[in-house]
Structure formats: C-alpha cells, structure tokens
C-alpha cells in the first residue's frame, strides 16, 4: 500500500499562473516533509522542506503548506515559468532513529509559454 | 562546496554478474543514503549509513548490500544481477543536523 500518494501524475499550467502540487500521506508519524524537483537522467533536487511544527514555509517562488490534521501537503509555484517543468516529488519522513524518505510518484508538471 | 558525486554515471551488466556503485557525499556529511528509481515502483530507499554504521534497510533482498568508510564514501553492491535490478540508483548524503537530504546524479544501471 502507498503511504505517500500524489494522485495527479500530470499538470499543466499556463506561464505567470500559479501551479498548486498536492500529496497525501497516511502514517501520522511522519514529522517532516520535503518537495524535490526532478529532470529525467538525473537526480532530484531538493526544492523546500517543512517540519510538522509549522503549517507553511515560503522559500522565493515557492510555498510549501502543511495540513496535519488532512495529513496533506501541498507546494504552490507562484508565478509558474517554463524552467518549472519537470517531474515533482513529495516526500515524507520521520527523524525517529533514521532518516528514510518516502516518495511519492511524483507529478510532471508542464508551463506552457 | 561540491554536490554529491556517483560513479560510474552509467553501466551495463550481463544477468548473474555483481556489480559495485559508489558514492562521494558532500563534505562533511556523515549520512549517506541509497534508493532504487524504476518506471513501476517509483523512489525506493535500499539503506542508510551513518558513521559506517548501516542505520536502517528497505525492503529489498539480501543480494543488496553496501558499506560506508571511514571518510564518508559509500559503496553499494548488488550480486546475482537480475533484468529488474535495472534501474537509476541514488545516492543521498545529509549532515547531523538537518533533515534535508541532497542527491547525486544517479548510476543508471542496465541488466542484459
């Protein structure tokens, strides 16, 4: 069973938009939570990360919210530009003794010019 | 500072044959992490090492296995290769303090 789950593998958004990510997950445990941006061939890259203590975090461009009781995440990409297209993922973790990350599948996201 | 480091970038094994990845974290990480990247299964953690110490294990058979040294770097081996070990392989490295891991650029492995 998936216990992180983006449920849109695809979007596309228009240039100057905003792009809005989504991801659930289903293990309350889970304490912090990290948005990665991917290009094929290579590997992610670490986009905004947010700890279960807070509700948002805003990085440029980029805001990613935290609702626990939904057990929901979400990243808005606001204003979204064509260099933003690429495979996003969400994933979860717990510090609990080891630092193993749950992805999720992922979203491919396209701005169109 | 350098980002994380993988070698080789890309390999191509025959079935039943083992082969060795390795891993240079960023300076002055002590956590390196590996993960399995298929079309199917998406991101899939394989281990983490901490202190040359393996901290923790994915779901995957024993025919995978790694080690840390001394000076951070990591190696992971996988023996017996089967056609679905073909995959992108990633190595993540992360210092004590944050949560944060950063990725290398992966080790695409291709099983004939």
């Known amino acids: 069973d998936q216990q992180v789950k983006q449920n849109s593998p695809s979007l596309s958004v228009q240039e100057g938009r905003i792009s809005i990510l989504n991801c659930d997950y289903t293990?309350?445990?889970?304490?912090?939570f990290l948005w990665y941006k991917k290009y094929p061939a290579e590997g992610p890259t670490f986009l905004i990360s947010i700890s279960s203590i807070k509700d948002k975090n805003e990085d440029g461009r980029f805001t990613v919210f935290l609702n626990k009781s939904a057990k929901h995440l979400s990243l808005h990409i606001v204003p979204s530009q064509p260099g933003d297209s690429a495979v996003y993922f969400c994933a979860v973790g717990s510090g609990a003794g080891s630092y193993q990350l749950t992805f999720g599948k992922g979203t491919k996201l396209s701005v169109i010019p | 500072k350098a980002g994380v480091t993988q070698t080789p970038r890309y390999l191509i094994k025959t079935r039943g044959q083992q082969v060795t990845l390795s891993c240079s974290p960023i300076s002055g990480h002590r956590s390196v992490s590996w993960y399995q990247q298929t079309p199917g299964q998406g991101l899939q953690f394989l281990f983490e090492y901490f202190s040359e110490t393996q901290r923790n294990k994915g779901n995957f058979p024993g025919r995978f296995s790694g080690r840390q040294f001394s000076n951070s770097r990591s190696e992971m081996n996988v023996s017996t290769l089967e056609l679905g070990d073909s995959a992108l392989y990633l190595c993540a490295s992360r210092s004590g303090s944050t949560d944060t891991q950063y990725f290398g650029p992966g080790t695409r492995l291709t099983v004939l």
């Open positions: 293990n309350s445990m889970f304490d912090y």
